[in-house]
Nanobody, 125 residues
């Protein structure tokens, strides 16, 4: 099966930047759209950004538009989330996820069948 391994989380001050990476292994990573989700304590999991297999189409939650950028490198089987101008409200566990056989960008949670382990992002004021 597909395994997703995340890295890049940590502690950063408000206004700072982090880049999250998610490396896929186990299968050929083609025809999969990818997404980044986050979940803060006491809140439901939220789709932050998504990208089509080709990388030509993207989606962003209103709360992160203009600050976050999702990208992918299919040669490296890796998806990235560049996070700029971070705010304390961005503090959460961030998860990458893959939607097999969904090459176009999708905002439908049930299509994401593979998940990473999650990485903590903490933004201090």
């Amino acid at each position: 099966q597909v395994q997703l391994v995340e890295s890049g989380g940590g502690l950063v001050q408000a206004g700072g930047s982090l880049r999250l990476s998610c490396a896929a292994s186990g299968r050929t990573f083609s025809s999969y759209s990818m997404g980044w989700f986050r979940q803060a304590p006491g809140k439901e999991r939220e789709l932050v950004a998504a990208i089509s297999w080709s990388g030509s189409s993207t989606y962003y939650a209103d709360s992160v538009k203009g600050r976050f950028t999702i990208s992918r490198d299919n040669t490296k089987n890796t998806v990235y989330l560049q996070m700029n101008s971070l705010k304390p409200e961005d503090t959460a566990v961030y998860y990458c996820a893959a939607a097999p056989f969904s090459p176009v960008v999708t905002t439908t949670p049930i299509k994401y069948h593979y998940w990473g382990q999650g990485t903590q992002v903490t933004v201090s004021s």
